[in-house]
């Protein structure tokens, strides 16, 4: 089993950056991806970033170029920086483990104030 904790989630102005965290409860070395989804009300959620346990990332079109997605095996944290944030970047942001199963935290709400 394992538990994930995101933090760093607020209010932020258009134009400027935040950086979530998500902490695990053990190692995430191994972790075959992680990953960042989000979920607006009334939307389907979606998938934003991904990294693999080699190091290779992904991004939804609608965030390249403006979100990075890195871990820290040794802090046991994957993050995303958002830079250039839109209200449309407005949603609840989930960290997701695929390690075997898939484990899920339980959010962080980010807001993006025009």
């Known amino acids: 089993q394992v538990q994930l904790v995101e933090s760093g989630g607020g209010l932020v102005q258009a134009g400027g950056s935040a950086r979530l965290s998500c902490v695990a409860s053990?190692?995430?070395?191994?972790?075959?991806?992680l990953r960042w989804y989000r979920q607006s009300p009334g939307k389907q959620r979606e998938l934003v970033a991904s990294?693999?346990?080699?190091?290779?990332?992904n991004y939804a079109d609608s965030v390249k170029g403006r979100f990075t997605i890195s871990r820290d095996n040794a802090k046991l944290t994957v993050y995303l920086q958002m830079d250039s944030l839109k209200p449309e970047d407005t949603a609840r942001y989930y960290c997701?483990?695929?390690?075997?199963?898939?484990?899920w935290g339980q959010g962080t709400q980010v807001t993006v104030s025009s």
């Open positions: 997701n483990a695929l390690a075997g199963p898939n484990y």
């Open positions: 053990r190692s995430i070395s191994s972790f075959n991806i």
């Open positions: 990294i693999t346990s080699g190091g290779h990332t």
